[in-house]
């Protein structure tokens, strides 16, 4: 039930992508201003993601699982009603405010679940993240080639009812929480400091890597999220634990996680497009959008088969070595990648190869976490990695798109990105694997007899953390 709301909500983010050349035209808006479709529904994720997750740890999991569904049914609802540029921004950003689905629902499995069920369990509910948008590409071109384009929000909406009736019938309330207050302030902080990175790092190729807007958000985030971190570490309740955070598995983790968002990211920027491009290039085979998204929809299956073995794994050898594992995994699928790019059976096995590794990194990650806080931050702390996921999706967007824009061909007065191109990102999603593996060397070893996940079932709280009621 859990893994399904965490599909549903992470469809959202390939919901658009078949009609996003589309949207001036049917909302009557310059292309730059219909863009915001997209980069609203990214803003809000970052923001709600580890928010939601602090409110679940302190009045309810389930509960805070149920009213991120019903923002994003309301979402859904507001962009199937719409027909101007507001109202879609609106409903899209509320989508993005469902985000914390995820790591809500791996909280939930850690709070109820026995020790021998949560591994595989976690694992399946942390992939739902690449499942979703694995099996969204297909299903949204397919919606969009075939009906009106509402229906891609009505049918967003439907699934979303399914999943919050789903949650209140199966689903119970987690007994453990932190209480206390919530961190009002360091909420704002961080909000800003997000929003303003995030901004600079999504927008920075239409309004100029080195323009005075750019650089200056850039300069604000530093400047906004250091004065955050140093307000985070001096009030007695914070919004994140940064002591908790600043553990070496815990640090480790996350920053591995950025890289591995930027390895899984690449695979989606480039495929869809050597698909679609024309055959004329040389490289591009000339399919169309529904085709890309069936080429892409193996992988979705494949990082829901390899859940269980990667749970497997970490339990037999602990989630560090499967996270190692499915970083090397990803590096391959990459390789193949650049030497196998002629015909769509190489990029249905490159996706499949790469699904695999990212359904292992996938897997492990939420176990690593779990193995190094109490379990009254685990929401918080699931939703902190999942937002370094996203951080790490965020920078592969524009480092890709520069990349793709500088290195182009010309053919019938258009540019088009070279075959070099495509070559380079795949080079680079290679090299963030690699750099993921060499970061996650560094986490601590599972100590013998101590499984990853039951760990701090039985470990004290962090000082200065609340205590659990």
């Given amino acids: 039930m859990l893994a399904f709301a965490g599909i549903v909500v992470s469809l959202m983010q390939t919901l658009v992508i078949p009609i996003v050349p589309d949207l001036p035209r049917l909302l009557d808006a310059p292309a730059s201003d219909t863009a915001w479709a997209v980069t609203a529904t990214l803003l809000a994720a970052a923001v709600a993601t580890p928010v939601v997750g602090r409110l679940g740890d302190m009045f309810g999991k389930r509960r805070m699982l149920l009213v991120s569904i019903v923002l994003l049914v309301t979402g859904s609802v507001v962009c199937a009603l719409s027909d101007a540029l507001v109202p879609m921004i609106v409903g899209r950003a509320l989508q993005g405010l469902a985000s914390g689905v995820v790591p809500l629902g791996i909280s939930i499995m850690r709070d109820e679940l026995p020790a021998e069920r949560l591994a595989g369990s976690t694992a399946l509910m942390?992939?739902?993240?690449?499942?979703?948008?694995?099996?969204?590409?297909?299903?949204?071109?397919?919606?969009?080639?075939?009906?009106?384009?509402?229906?891609?929000?009505?049918?967003?909406?439907?699934?979303?009812?399914?999943?919050?009736?789903?949650?209140?019938?199966?689903?119970?309330?987690?007994?453990?929480?932190?209480?206390?207050?919530?961190?009002?302030?360091g909420a704002l902080?961080?909000?800003?400091?997000?929003?303003?990175?995030?901004?600079?790092?999504?927008?920075?190729?239409?309004?100029?890597?080195?323009?005075?807007?750019?650089?200056?958000?850039?300069?604000?985030?530093?400047?906004?999220?250091?004065?955050?971190?140093?307000?985070?570490?001096?009030?007695?309740q914070p919004l994140v634990d940064l002591r908790t955070t600043a553990r070496r598995q815990v640090l480790v983790t996350n920053l591995a996680s950025i890289a591995i968002g930027f390895s899984m990211f690449a695979m989606s920027l480039v495929l869809p497009q050597l698909l679609q491009l024309p055959?004329?290039?040389?490289?591009?085979?000339?399919?169309?959008?529904?085709?890309?998204?069936?080429?892409?929809?193996?992988?979705?299956?494949?990082?829901?088969?390899?859940?269980?073995?990667?749970?497997?794994?970490?339990?037999?050898?602990?989630?560090?070595?499967?996270?190692?594992?499915?970083?090397?995994?990803v590096a391959c699928g990459y390789g193949l990648n650049i030497v196998l790019m002629s015909e769509v059976w190489h990029l249905v096995m490159v996706s499949c190869v790469i699904g695999a590794g990212i359904g292992f990194t996938y897997g492990s990650m939420p176990a690593l976490i779990m193995g190094a806080v109490p379990a009254s931050e685990t929401a918080a702390a699931n939703s902190l990695n999942t937002l370094m996921r996203s951080i790490?999706?965020?920078?592969?967007?524009?480092?890709?798109?520069?990349?793709?824009s500088q290195m182009t061909i010309s053919l019938g007065g258009y540019a088009l990105p070279s075959e070099s191109g495509f070559k380079t990102v795949m080079a680079l999603g290679a090299g963030a694997a690699l750099l993921a593996f060499a970061i996650a060397s560094f986490i601590p070893g599972r100590r013998p007899g101590v499984t990853a996940v039951s760990a701090p079932a039985a470990a004290e709280p962090a000082a200065g953390a609340p205590s659990v009621k």
């Fill in 126 to 185: 942390s992939a739902s993240l690449g499942v979703g948008g694995a099996l969204g590409l297909p299903t949204a071109a397919l919606i969009a080639d075939n009906f009106d384009w509402h229906v891609l929000f009505w049918a967003s909406a439907a699934m979303g009812v399914i999943a919050f009736a789903l949650v209140v019938s199966f689903v119970p309330e987690s007994k453990v929480r932190t209480g206390g207050r919530f961190d009002l302030v």
């Fill in 189 to 236: 902080g961080m909000a800003t400091g997000l929003v303003c990175l995030l901004l600079a790092i999504s927008k920075g190729a239409d309004w100029g890597w080195t323009s005075g807007t750019t650089l200056g958000l850039f300069a604000a985030a530093v400047l906004v999220l250091l004065a955050w971190g140093v307000f985070e570490m001096r009030t007695s």
């Fill in 279 to 329: 055959e004329r290039t040389g490289y591009g085979l000339g399919r169309s959008l529904l085709t890309a998204g069936l080429v892409m929809a193996p992988s979705g299956l494949v990082m829901m088969a390899t859940a269980p073995v990667s749970a497997a794994v970490s339990k037999a050898k602990g989630p560090k070595v499967t996270l190692m594992i499915g970083a090397v995994i």
């Fill in 392 to 404: 790490g999706t965020s920078v592969a967007s524009a480092i890709a798109g520069v990349v793709l």
